[in-house]
């Protein structure tokens, strides 16, 4: 899957030394929630679109490379701010996943979005008071049926 990567971004990453630093955007929405939370993989609050994102340290495992199972991504994000447990708690048995969005940008250039965006879907998460972990899917588009028509032999005759 080719990617289109702005020039700047690409001598940046071919240079030896380079000032940019890369920010990685995730925003958490659900119905339920009154506003989007969204955090920064920087060390202070970010500003990237007209949207203000609260710094905080997390980890993003990317997924095993495995033909059996779909792709599993593993976000583990600091417990910094008491809303992003509620928001995990907030959520009734039933009312949906929450979506997670991440997008790559850089320090130099923070409203131009190099990577992504990314969408999953939370499929569970657990906490304790340092820390939540959750684990993000992408679109299971692997189980959808492939056709709206089914060739059986009453609707085909000629199949046996």
């Not at 008071?129 to 059986?152: D, H, K, M």
Request: a negative charge; glycine letters at 4%; charged letters at 15%.
């Amino acid at each position: 899957m080719s990617r289109a990567i702005s020039a700047p971004i690409l001598t940046s990453m071919m240079a030896q030394e380079s000032p940019d630093g890369y920010v990685i955007l995730l925003t958490f929405t659900h119905p339920t929630l009154m506003d989007p939370i969204r955090v920064a993989s920087s060390q202070l609050d970010f500003r990237s679109n007209n949207e203000t994102y609260l710094a905080c340290p997390f980890q993003v495992d990317a997924p095993a490379d495995s033909a059996e199972a779909p792709p599993q991504v593993q976000l583990s994000i600091q417990n910094v701010d008491r809303r992003i447990v509620q928001a995990v708690r907030s959520i009734p048995p039933g009312a949906g996943e929450m979506a997670v969005t991440m997008a790559v940008v850089t320090e130099r250039f923070p409203d131009t979005v190099e990577f992504g965006p990314f969408h999953f879907t939370m499929k569970s998460a657990t906490y304790n008071r340092l820390v939540v972990t959750g684990e993000l899917s992408f679109e299971n588009i692997l189980s959808e049926p492939a056709s709206w028509a089914r060739f059986t032999p009453n609707d085909h005759p000629g199949m046996f």
